[in-house]
């Protein structure tokens, strides 16, 4: 016959597996503070909802984070608090003026300091100490529009280091088109154009253009005059993020451009 100690001991046991969900068995992880890499949805801050360009994001492992304002890049230092906050410290950033600068300048001012974490299975929300916050999703992006077949409409004119949108009097109307044969067709603000391009991994090189011949004044003219000399400049930088395209020549000039729903 067993003791009452034998008993005692195995109702201790019994007690003890059911307590932690059985043998072999381990509790779930809650979910791991702000680690991992985020796509900016929005800022709430000052009463005000600002909506996130397609490129801002924020990437946190161990002790390092980095990211896009939106334009520009940055890094920071960061400490966390278990899962409740993370304290970041910025680092380096580049500094080039952006379309886009009132989110640049307010996602910078947020992103500093100490912020809570609000975390779920697939988003994230840091609160700074005022109540402003910074939402985040993990869900992927729109996959990006494919640099040939899309329509591209031109919205921006980089050059000096200075990213300008082009003028309400002249938006919309610079526009192309790169066909998956490498014939480039489309409209410089004024005259419509035809050439040759030729695409080689992340650089596309445009031969000689092909325009009409009306004379142009005013925004539009000045914005097919800035277009007809990049396209004619030689090999040019492309990356296409989502559905913005941007070409950029060695001397700093380039163009952004979105993508439409269907090629001309």
Partial sequence: MRTLRHLTSGLVLVLALAACGGAGEEPADPLPGAAGSWRVESLTTGGRT????????????????????????????AVTEGRTAVTLTPGVSTTMACEDQAFEVAFAKLLRGRLTIDRGPDRLTLKTADGSTIAMTSEPRTPDAPLTTTAW????????????????????????????????????????????????????????????????????????????????????????????????????????????????
């Fill in 153 to 264: 409409t031109v919205t921006s004119l980089t050059g000096g280091g200075t990213a300008s949108s082009v003028p309400a009097e002249a938006a919309g109307r610079a526009r192309f088109t790169l066909a998956a044969d490498g014939a480039a067709s489309g409209s410089l603000g004024c005259n419509r154009f035809s050439a040759r391009a030729a695409i080689e991994g992340s650089s596309v090189v445009f031969g000689p253009l092909t325009s009409t011949r009306m004379a142009c004044q005013g925004a539009a003219g000045d914005v097919e005059r800035s277009l007809t000399a990049l396209l004619g400049s030689g090999p040019l930088a492309w990356k296409v993020q989502e559905g913005t395209l941007t070409l950029s020549a060695p001397d700093g000039t380039g163009l952004t451009a979105t993508a439409g729903s269907a090629a001309e």
């Fill in 50 to 77: 600002l909506h996130a360009p397609a490129a801002a994001r924020f990437d946190l492992a161990g002790d390092e984070a980095e990211g896009n304002y939106g334009c520009n890049g940055f890094t920071a230092k």
